[in-house]
């Protein structure tokens, strides 16, 4: 057997005949490429041959002499068996003549060696099986081991040939493929790479790097959405244990005595809690927006594993396979409605020219002046009751401060004001612009409106529950929301401290008196002109209605409002603190504007004038909205302007009994009754509007045991609708089942007794 190993050995070393070598064709340098790795091999060098063969393979792939000289590095690498395959490809391909006789002598050299190497494995003992000391016998019993199952056994068998041969890459290969399989993957990566190095086949290396490359796949399917995932969650509890904890250290800390507010007088720590704050609220801004493809692939891994889920059943359930398909692609389709939208914000009123109110636009410069910041660019004003401004454009035009200004002014409260009282609030306003929010809140204006839509694009879809991203939206709004609220409480008492240091603490706490109590007012004094309109006595003139509204409103009602509206605790997500706090903190700040008590109409050229437009304008609008939504007016009836405002005040003092009903007020039923007599009084005793106002009266006179006034009113109620000629039977009818539903009086049925 050694004899031929040594005759195998010299075979494989024989340098090549000296005669010419065989031609190629086609690529240039593959001749050369030929010659150089011919060299090489008999200078010993497989290396250098190995980098020219692998170009011959590339270029020439059939052309026999490759073959040959594949062989060869092969005989060279002690690789007998693909040798053997190489020299046979080499003479099947008709190898040069002049050549021919020397493949046939090296290859069966290689035959010889390989049937001698089979002899010697057969006539092994059966006690070991194995033969220790020879490369191929080790390398079928790896084989053998893990077809087996005997992974540590054929481990043995592939350290043992890698020691004994380690030039043999096959050993490496397999090697690699029983490490991967006991999980130790870096030492298979470097026995591949070794393999790899000595020119093993693809057969073993394809498997094991194939298995990496699944291993690898898996890992991204898996691990991308669930780093995805923490990073969101772990954002999301950054913001808000952030935002937390900066508003409730700042609001503790504006009190009255802080009088350095205003940007240039801050101190040090409060200009940095001021850019921690921006900080915080840039970040979970951003972070809705990194968020956006992350919920898009978030989405399509949880909808593709439950798919793959599903595909592993016996059965696949149709129904539940279009429940996670719907609620996948709904997911994806609202992630993107909500993304993109139109956002252009419609102007509320119209433009004032600066000759409609030359002082009023005098005002605004000095105002300008007092909270040091640039004044605005436009006012809109209508008829409403907000006060507010705001900075418009493109978004990058806005963060850098060279937006629009805008002031919105409702004159439903500034004709309730003060010369100085407007000028606080304008002063608050601009605090606004000098503390730089209005440039931060168009962005999170846009955000939340857009995870608004999102959640509700994808709770339209249906099956919103499964969705990851519809929880994540919605952990994200109110975390969201509770940063932008705490940030929207302090901008407001800076703000509120801008206007008190000028004006005066009083002042604005008169101005933001009457602004609340007159937006109060406001909204009683619509729903008393819809009450007009429904009985034929349509107001001409709104805000004198709403004054008559605000005049006759019952005692008891302006201190159940005043409660409501100035002392209500607030919540985390409320943006504004409750006013009697906002005055309780700038109560006794001295100003250094003078004092002007004038109605603040007299900033306009001709107040009563714009007074009547805007409210005209404004009842004509109502007007449409409620034929639009098939509210049709009562036919007219004549009355006085003094008639007119009976009624009103009777509707006035109506609805504040039904909101102090509501609340279980002592005075609700006593006042509902005085109400409803006061419309009979003035809309008249047979008028369709008492129908409904009668019915409820009835409900609560059974609550109060006044079992006989009920039935009274419900039948009252029956008889206007049944003395209408156009009346429906089944409302006669429905108006008969409630008065049959009123018990008896069982104390009265006693007392007979």
């Known amino acids: 057997m050694y004899a031929l190993v040594l005759v195998l050995f010299f075979a494989s070393q024989a340098p090549a005949s000296a005669t010419e070598q065989p031609p190629f064709h086609g690529a240039p340098g593959l001749q050369a ?62 190898i040069d003549p002049r050549h021919r006789e020397e493949v046939e002598g090296q290859l069966d050299a290689v035959r010889r060696h390989l049937s001698a190497m089979e002899e010697a494995r057969l006539g092994m003992s059966s006690e070991h099986g194995v033969n220790a000391h020879d490369p191929e016998s080790l390398f079928d019993a790896g084989i053998r081991s893990l077809e087996a199952g005997e992974v540590e056994g054929a481990l043995a068998h592939a350290r043992r040939l890698t020691a004994l041969a380690p030039w043999n890459g096959e050993g490496h290969a397999l ?215 705001s900075e418009r454009g493109g978004r990058l035009r806005v963060l850098l401060g060279r937006g629009e200004r805008v002031l919105q002014l409702g004159l439903g409260v500034v004709r309730l004001l003060t010369v100085s009282e407007l000028k606080s609030i304008l002063a608050h306003e601009y605090g606004h612009f000098s503390h730089g929010e209005t440039r931060l809140t168009p962005v999170i204006g846009r955000i939340q409106i857009q995870m608004v839509r999102m959640l509700h694009a994808i709770q339209a879809a249906g099956w919103a529950s499964i969705n990851p991203v519809w929880w994540f939206l919605r952990t994200y ?64 003139d709104l805000f004198h209605t709403i004054d008559v509204v605000a005049r006759d409103t019952p005692l008891e009602f302006q201190a159940f409002m005043h409660a409501q509206l100035f002392a209500c605790p607030v919540d985390a997500y409320d943006t504004h603190p409750p006013p009697s706090e906002r005055i309780e903190r700038v109560a006794g700040l001295p100003g250094h504007r003078p004092v002007e008590d004038t109605s603040a109409l007299t900033l306009f050229a001709d107040g009563e004038a714009l007074t009547a437009e805007l409210g005209g304008e404004l009842l004509s609008n109502l007007e449409n909205t409620l034929e639009g939504q098939g509210h049709e007016a009562a036919p007219p009836v004549d009355v006085t302007d003094e008639e007119r405002d009976r009624l009103a005040a009777a509707l006035a003092l109506h609805h504040a009994a039904v909101v102090l009903g509501e609340h279980q007020h002592p005075v609700a039923y006593p006042l509902l009754q005085e109400s409803v007599g006061r419309l009979e009084q003035t809309a008249g005793e047979k008028h369709p509007y008492l129908v409904p106002l009668l019915t409820d009266l009835s409900r609560l006179h059974v609550e109060h045991q006044a079992l006989d006034a009920a039935r009274h009113a419900l039948q009252r109620a029956i008889d206007i609708v049944q003395s209408r000629p156009d009346h429906v039977r089944q409302e006669v009818d429905a108006l008969n089942v409630l008065l049959s539903e009123i018990p008896h009086d069982t104390r009265a049925e006693s007392r007979t007794d």
């Open 33 to 94: 490429a030929y010659e150089q790795a011919d060299a090489a091999l008999r200078n010993d060098q497989p290396e250098e041959a190995l980098r020219n063969f692998h170009r011959l393979l590339a270029d020439a792939p059939e052309h026999p002499a490759t073959h040959w000289l594949h062989g060869r590095l092969r005989l060279k690498r002690g690789h007998f068996a693909e040798a053997e395959t190489a020299l046979s490809q080499a003479l099947a391909r008709g």
């Open 175 to 389: 090697l690699a493929v029983i490490l991967e399989i006991r999980g130790d993957d870096e030492a298979a990566r470097e026995a591949v790479r070794r393999a790899r190095e000595l020119g093993a086949t693809q057969g073993l290396l394809r498997v094991v790097e194939e298995r990496f490359e699944d291993r690898r796949r898996g890992w991204l399917l898996v691990g991308i959405p669930l780093g995805m995932a923490l990073f969101l969650g772990l954002g999301l509890l950054l913001s808000w244990l952030a935002g937390r904890a900066l508003s409730s250290a700042q609001l503790g800390r504006l009190q009255a005595s802080d009088l350095h507010l205003l940007r240039e007088e801050q101190t040090a720590s409060e200009r940095l809690v001021d850019r921690l704050y921006i900080a915080v609220l840039w970040f979970s801004s951003l972070l809705f927006y990194v968020a956006v493809p992350m919920m898009v692939v978030l989405t399509l891994a949880v909808f593709g594993g439950l798919l793959l889920a599903m595909a592993m059943m016996p059965v696949i359930p149709v129904k539940l396979l279009f429940i996670v398909v719907i609620a996948c692609l709904g997911g994806i389709i609202g992630i993107f409605r909500g993304l993109f939208f139109r956002d252009a914000q419609p102007d509320e009123g119209r433009a004032l020219k600066r000759e409609e109110a030359p002082r009023l636009f005098a005002a605004l410069e000095e105002v300008a002046d007092v909270a040091k910041s640039r004044k605005v660019d436009r006012v809109l004003i209508d008829a409403g009751t907000g006060i507010g401004v």
């Open 477 to 540: 709004f109110f975390v969201h929301l509770r940063i932008t609220a705490g940030h929207g409480r302090r901008r407001e008492l800076l703000a509120d401290r801008v206007s008190a240091l000028a004006y005066g603490g009083d002042t604005f706490a008169r101005a933001l008196t009457k602004a609340v109590e007159g937006s109060d007012a406001f909204k009683r004094g619509m729903s008393v002109t819809v009450g007009l309109r429904a009985t034929g006595r349509p107001t001409k």
